[in-house]
């Protein structure tokens, strides 16, 4: 189902999204199901040599989660824009904690702009991505609009 | 200081969406809702095909032997880069089954502090095989390079 403008207001939080730990395995999963193979995110030895402590997580694994906090609250085809800044690496046995607030809602072109600003922090509240995106929603339910 | 390597062309990438990518994808990053990886589901609520999430592009983008070569070639260490910010524009949707062809350039490249630490922006459209634009995206890569000065 389709959100429509009238059932989103400023100040609205989107369901907040706690994702698992991130593992080694979840690492590894992601390396080949993602097609980023740098060793830095699966191999502690180049992780090491490269002065990190261990391996940590893909800005893009954090990013799809983050798109996921989206698409559980609005259907894809809405989704206009969506950026993030990576604050801070996700290290193993940490969790991400992805959250999103309505805070600008414009009428506009027949259509409704929504700005969603979001931020994803570990378990402990440490920030460690923020970003924002853009949603454009129907004025009224699909079967009420005219079709212009 | 700004360098050369701003708007070098890179070489058009055309890769293929493929139905099992998108499932292994939705597996590495524990995905629930179908649309994302059952095909059945995807046409159920409107689809062709299997829908590719939103950050999709990249991964599909990086759908070569050597993805990296490119920052090599501009005397980036890949081991010292750090994603730093990703944004991404959205157009049409991209499904199991499209052919996508990446057009990438380098949008900026700025060395700060004799080198040791670079920025690179790189910005890709992903047009699809009816030439629908279908996503633009921008990558910035921080690189931190403590010898660069010696």
Known sequence: MILHAGQVALGDRLPTLVKPPITRTTLAYFCGASNDHNPLHVDPDVAR????????AHGMLNMAYLGQLLTGWVDQSCLRGFEVKFGAIVRLGE?????????????????????????????AGEVKLTGEAVVELPLAEPAQTTGS | MTSKF????????????????LRFFAKAVGET???????????????????APPTYAVTLSLCEADPYARY?????NWCRMLHAQQGF?????????????????????????????KFLIEETEAWNQHQVLTTRFRKTIVIRDPEAEQ
């Not at chain 1, 959250?99 to 009428?107: P, T």
């Not at chain 2, 809702?33 to 829908?51: C, Q, T, V, W």
């Open chain 1, 49 to 56: 040599a490269a002065g990190m402590e261990d391996v940590f």
């Open chain 1, 95 to 123: 969790q991400l904690v992805c959250n999103g607030e309505v805070v600008d809602k414009q009428l506009r072109d027949g259509g409704c702009r929504i700005l969603i600003r979001l931020l994803a922090t570990n378990q």
């Open chain 2, 6 to 21: 701003v708007d070098t062309p890179i070489p058009a990438l055309v890769a293929e969406v493929e139905k099992w990518q």
């Open chain 2, 33 to 51: 809702n179908p649309i994302y990886f059952d095909e059945a589901a995807a046409r159920a609520a409107g689809h062709p095909s299997i829908l």
């Open chain 2, 72 to 76: 090599r070639s501009l005397g980036i």
């Open chain 2, 89 to 117: 524009e959205y157009f049409a949707p991209i499904h199991a089954g499209d052919r996508i062809r990446f057009e990438s350039r380098i949008v900026d490249f700025i060395q700060r502090r004799q080198g040791r630490l």
